[in-house]
């Protein structure tokens, strides 16, 4: 269902709730002015309103809500219009209280909070069709509406009885035969065999918790059903005549779903994006906001949209922190750096009571505009009014991490050589974090996706081999391409199973070695890796690791570095092999971030990764996006606290937005334009 | 139902439970002889006797319990007799489950424990109002029994379906239309508008969890369903024609029940008292204990009883120690001190088995009254007949310390800038220690308290405004009141809907400044108070502040005090605000004890609060009592290790009890008394 | 049911699981050969089998278990026949949902996992003599089935109603009547009261939790009721014919069942041994599993099995860390020099999927002997068939330890002086250890077993008194015996009732003091123990005691050291009492190991006990097994990383195993062989 999506301006504005305000009328008519103050062009609108649409069942009134976007629309503000199935009204569950959720205990929820409802359940569907349909028939020609946002933050399971005969019909469907079934996910441990596809359930800490390819189909499942669901949403709009691009807000670190799964499904990605600046340095903070952008970037390789981010404190995290002044702007910024076409908040204005009543907002329950919350919003208005051109240009990348989301739920439920924690994570951050410290756009794929066009790749953890992807790399290395691989891959196949007759599976030729053995290391233990003499990457310093340390054998791998330490002193810690026309790099332990900004760095250059600024400080990012007429806009950003020196290459791509005086303050946004 | 209560003596002796052992004639004889011999005059019998009052259904076995009275009022020991409706007996629960609570999840408990009971059952009830019925009639003329102790101990909450109705039905009483109930729990957030009252229900982990406005007025229909049950357990015994004062004992620093309510259920306040001496520094927890004293004595502003206390260590903390010697006695004396007109134990004489078979007791299983404890234990009344005179004096306040359950309930629940903890408790006991360290009586009084009287008047963290309370605040500053509010304060109404317009709300006239925002710091992290050159409260040091900093914008207020860091920094962090002929006093911050102990210092004095010892050492406690003809006695306690110096004015009161060389021992207790 | 069991050879092997891998009948074949390799001799077989056993209700397929048994008995590979009742099919919950289990809260289980079934049920007992019936038949005969694997690793509990009626069955069988029941329950405590046998429910959060008397009276039902299972299921080997012996196999520091009442039970013990080598010092880790198999040894006072452990690293730990070279040697061997005839794995090939796939094994998914895991089980294969004459012979022992788990369960659920922990297994570990540095074998017995033959007993923290006990030990010091007693001992009854007038219990008299109160400590405090001048036993250094401290008055005691501190500063710390012939020892509070060093070592000598080895080298173990002939095996084991410097008494035992310089190496083991 992809589409090109461009609403021919970047975006400003965020989730508004006008009908939590409709007994105050000059709410609205002060808010506009105070919109326009702000340079707000969208607000969000109809999240979580299906009591105010449908107050009784089969009752309607959308009337209220046309009266808003009209006057919206005359104000030039448009609109992203919600479907409201996030939340329900109470009479719904009332009567059908089969579109309450049942735990993984087989509980049903009671009515409350949000988020709570079956997706398979006919009569949730039903009323969604119904709800959707009107809203589409009201809206579908509203020039003022530009997209359907669809519901809010999907995520959560249902274990009901009508989700069990779903899963069991996917179940039946996927492995067709009891044997099949029985293979894949090895029943035959602990007399688990099905001898009937009736037998099939969800996992549940009352029941099977650690079959753990069960476990993993059930979260395929979920997955499945969810985009079923979303799919459903937006059929019942294009059924009605609504063309408008579709979207869902996606959640940071999110593994409740497969988001590279909804590719297919909607229009365009977005997300919601709630760093904890100052809790930690902030560039700490913006190196992981940063990957969670390209990892939505990366979903369907084209521009995202913020759709919500804070424009003060939260109130639901452990400590909402003010944001100091400037870090509004730097963050919105890195967000357009990253490929956004947006920055939209949450929330335009603060509601009086309930949970969220003290997430920071643009209008704030004071009112009145003259505020230091205020002031900030009104200048990313001004910053993202300059920048209007670079709305719709990519974010080209050379580089690119395997980041896989059925991976990940393999290898941290697996049972293995540490339970306390494989830091899958914090794997794939270390070479995505190497690359960037370099300047270098990367992409953030799973094992389903291409990977021509990269010039070197790192394949962290990559456990589980989904279908195809070994061949994958094969080509990719065999035709000159640069990869790196870590230890813990290549052990199971898709249903956990594991591989026979030696790992990594189907690449030892490629890689050179065959893994033998994985010591698990207690927190605070840790080994080393001692560069070999002479070693074809010229290392030279020894670096240390911890965690995991796997040992290997080699054949045709040369050796680069050796443990220093354990039984397992002087047996490989890092190898490479060369493979065709490219080179298998492989790191056989949890290293320091230092090893791996060494390594990605000669990687990068031997991979012959074109890099804009030659020396980045630290702290500083570069990010670069294209427009298709070929102009680049180079964003540099300091989010160190101290202003620092950075040599720009002004002569190709001189400065556009920002001063530059060979410097760069701290939290500002330098941006370049050139070829 | 409040009436003048004093039973002529302080009274000395505790729990009893000779129903244990029926089968140990000899026992009661021994005890007996033991009580005397500790100077015992009243023991509390009856609590959880149901099993042995009842048997069996409508059959009636009292007569045990009226030999052991008769008993004991031969030995001139007077009894304050328990309904036993803590506890009942299986077969009342084998017949009718609905007696059985239901917890949040909606699961029935099965019979266990104590406490176990819905407050709404009507069988539960009836059941009760014929025990309490036959209790009534067989005691109400007894000259033994002296008062009604209402079951024990009341907390915890029952969602079983008889207390949702009986929840709708209080809900429906209070709002009378659904709109107005819309508006006061806010429920259009997330569409939860209510169509009917029948979709009311109690908060849930599987339900409605952070609708502030439902979760506050459940608390407060369990306050009122709790009440309302003590009320019909008196009632059964007023209408059989038993007169004697009733009581229900209350817990340490419970915030289950609003207390502040039962002051006109109950005749007298009882509380169980169990500090955890020798934990942290004896000084720090009498100063906790302390203050929860001066709580229990200002829900009603009189004398109090201390209804349990462990004569030794207790067993259901997770380190039992022993109390040190001299340190029961301090502790007994500081409950009178504070204004207890009776020092009683849990228990006479330690069970053999079950839960509480390791509880200190007056004796315990060895027997024998040649213990340490025992020998304690006489002491204690050696102590309390020389101070006979002492009951039925008050304990007369001229400062007061805002302390608010229905506040600390919502701003605990708030989801606000600090989930990680507001520290509400500790906010209140700063002034209230500042003050204290003065030697000054202190009350603590809940926003429906009246002001008058006070010369001065902390406000800490008054986020809830209870109707009327800035009315109150508003003519006690303009009368010439001194007060001191603290940040987070004037932010909701009763049902937790945020004030508009700018906060503290119906006081930025008093107070002379709007709160802007307000910065939730981590745990560790810290900002400062510097003091402003000059300023009219000659504060000259700077002070630490962590948590919680308000940033405020003055408008007829004068700044005493400036943040030292962070982009707030030179931002007002206390004020003061000349109001009528009073004064207004903000902190703005979670500052550190030293800023109250000289701010409250300063305030005191500009308000002319009497001290009666004019310097007070670190450790020593001075607490004043007042009978009716004027005399004062002045308790002056030293709960530090040391031997500490202290200048009393013997002139005007003469050392009454206790020696005095102008030093006071450690852990020793002098009383003066004079005019 | 004991007897005499020997398998006339040490046995070599472990879990083996052909069911998971008849597809690949290559397999087996290339098993076989890797056996006779690493000189396995024995293989478990038929654990988790019963869906391929009997695939559908009452079709039955063990043909393939019977290919599989002669093939290995063709290679001269024994079996241990596992029941498979461990886990079962999926057809038996769909049909028969009772043989799941409850849980405390009432809730029954799904389908899920292993040991998830009720002991009660008629169906599922039914089922299980079926299946073993069949098992008997077909193998009764077969010379290649030595012995009977019950089940796997009992434990667990049911709480359904079944379970309840059993219950029920079992509390009237034991106290007749419901006064009984009530005077041993204290159920007057709280009118806790029965009126009637059918109130009588298990132990649950939802209802009683603390009625300790209950608590202790459900777990013994729990392994009566365990115990009652065993007996069913070696009720249908037997009833069809099948004589080997039986076994079940028992888990680490497990407390869910007694495994001492097992004894009768089983004709054999075997337990699982998983420890986490290299987590702390491999001394400690020596030193804990040394206990579990004195533990095992001492259940029978004959030769144990070890029946699992891992060749590498497990898989369900936290960290799961390689075992180093020459680890799996030096444990293995310890458990035979403690007493195992075998030594045995789980497991013999790795399974492909499911909880345990990475679990540690002889053969893993490589599928190759060419690993060093392979290696190293070779190598104790050789080791043991050196060792063969060693098999049958027993650890006699003069020194005894109490370890009793009812007494742990009631003093860990007592809610008495130290709720944070009052390290019961900590104390019985002190004096073992002290007596194990000695190189002296000790057995650990519960109270119920004799003291005959032993010189010294040591017998910690024995809070409840069984039946009996105090007489045993009364007569054992009489009659010449050095016996030590700690703290906190003589408490209660079984049933958890306080002894009335004076502890400890019955042992006033033998002890010569009387307790009079008990001090909780909390984490970080400290007390000493100051030595008396020329006390008799000449201890001259302090030592620091911790957690609790008891208090005690002496009768005819003799004062040994003094507490140092606090207000018990100069009372008894430690103190001895001539008695009868012999004398009887007590430590007053939890002191440091160095205590119980240097008390064990002094009372060790005074009772005469032989020691092999004079200096035993700190990490170094020594452990003598004997043979009927008298014949004595001294296996001398160094658990410490460092070659150390040994004297052993090789004039009389020459060494037989292992070489001998004057030093032992790390990790080796030297054994000893003479009379």
Request: hydrophobic share 35%.
């Amino acid at each position: 269902m992809e589409k090109e999506v461009n609403f021919g301006k970047l975006l400003h504005g965020g989730d508004y709730n006008p009908e939590q305000w409709l007994d105050y009328p000059e709410i609205l008519e002060q808010d506009l002015a105070y919109f326009k103050k702000a340079r707000i062009n969208e607000v969000s609108l109809g999240m979580f309103s299906w009591a105010f649409l449908e107050p009784e069942e089969g009752v309607f009134r959308l009337e209220w809500l046309k009266e808003v976007i009209d006057r919206l629309y005359e104000n030039e503000i448009v609109v992203m219009l919600s479907t409201p199935t996030a939340a329900r009204p109470r009479w719904m569950t009332e009567k059908y209280p089969e579109v309450l959720r049942v735990n993984a205990a087989r509980e049903r929820n009671l009515y409350g909070e949000r988020h709570n409802h079956c997706y398979t359940s006919p009569v949730y569907r039903e009323k969604t069709r119904i709800i959707n349909t009107k809203l589409a028939e009201m809206f579908k020609d509203h020039p003022g509406v530009i997209a359907w946002h669809i519901s809010n933050e999907y995520g959560g399971e249902c274990h009901c009885p009508l989700c069990q005969e779903a899963f069991r019909g996917w179940v039946k469907k996927k492995y067709g035969t009891l044997e099949r079934l029985n293979r894949a996910w090895n029943t035959g441990f602990w007399s688990h065999t099905y001898q009937s596809f009736d037998q099939v359930e969800s996992p549940s800490p009352k029941g099977d918790s650690s079959l753990h390819g069960l476990n993993l189909d059930w979260k395929r499942f979920v997955t499945d059903q969810t985009a079923d669901f979303v799919k459903w949403e937006i059929k019942a709009l294009r059924d009605a005549g609504a063309e408008q691009p579709s979207t869902i807000n996606m959640m940071y670190n999110f593994t409740g779903l497969n988001y590279y799964k909804f590719a297919d499904v909607i229009d365009f990605v977005s997300w919601d994006n709630y760093p904890t600046w100052h809790k930690e340095a902030e560039t700490v903070t913006a190196m992981d906001t940063g990957m969670q952008h390209d990892i939505m970037r990366s979903i369907q390789k084209k521009p995202f949209y913020l759709m919500e981010s804070c424009p003060s404190a939260t109130n639901w995290q452990s400590v909402s922190k003010l944001k100091k002044p400037g870090m509004l702007q730097a963050a919105s910024l890195q967000a357009v750096a990253h490929g956004s076409d947006s920055v939209l908040y949450f929330q335009m204005r603060q509601s009086r009571g309930a949970s969220e009543k003290f997430h920071g907002a643009v209008i704030d329950h004071y009112g009145v505009s003259d505020t230091r919350v205020f002031r900030e919003v009104a200048k990313v208005g001004v910053a993202l009014e300059k920048l209007q051109e670079v709305n719709g240009s990519q974010n080209p990348a050379e580089a690119a991490v395997i980041y896989d989301v059925e991976n990940r739920w393999a290898v941290e439920d697996a049972a293995g050589p540490r339970n306390a924690g494989v830091f899958y994570k914090e794997t794939v951050e270390k070479p995505y974090q190497a690359f960037r410290k370099l300047g270098i756009n990367v992409d953030l794929i799973d094992e389903t996706r291409s990977l021509d066009g990269y010039r070197v790749v790192a394949a962290p953890m990559v456990y589980l081999l989904r279908e195809g992807w070994t061949e994958k790399v094969r080509n990719f290395v065999k035709n000159g391409g640069i990869f790196l691989l870590t230890y813990w891959s290549g052990i199971v196949d898709e249903t956990d199973l594991c591989y026979l007759g030696g790992t990594p599976h189907d690449l030892m030729d490629v890689m050179g070695f065959r893994s033998m053995e994985i010591d698990g290391l207690y927190d605070g233990e840790w080994n080393e890796g001692i560069p070999e003499p002479e070693n074809p990457l010229h290392l030279e310093r020894a670096y240390r690791c911890s965690h995991l340390c796997e040992l290997v054998q080699p054949s045709t791998a040369e050796v680069l570095m050796t443990y220093g330490k354990d039984f397992y002193d002087g047996m490989p810690a890092m190898t490479r092999n060369v493979y065709g026309k490219g080179k298998a790099y492989a790191v056989c332990a949890d290293f320091e971030q230092g090893l791996y900004d060494e390594v990605c760095r000669k990687l990068a250059e031997e991979a012959g990764v074109e890099r804009i600024v030659e020396e980045v400080p630290e702290g500083v990012e570069v990010t670069m996006r294209k427009q298709k007429d070929g102009t680049r806009y180079v964003f540099v950003q300091n989010f160190s606290r101290e202003t620092v020196e950075v040599k720009l290459p002004i002569e190709r791509y001189p400065v556009w937005q920002g001063t530059y005086d060979g410097t760069i303050g701290s939290w500002k946004t330098i941006v370049l334009k050139g070829r």
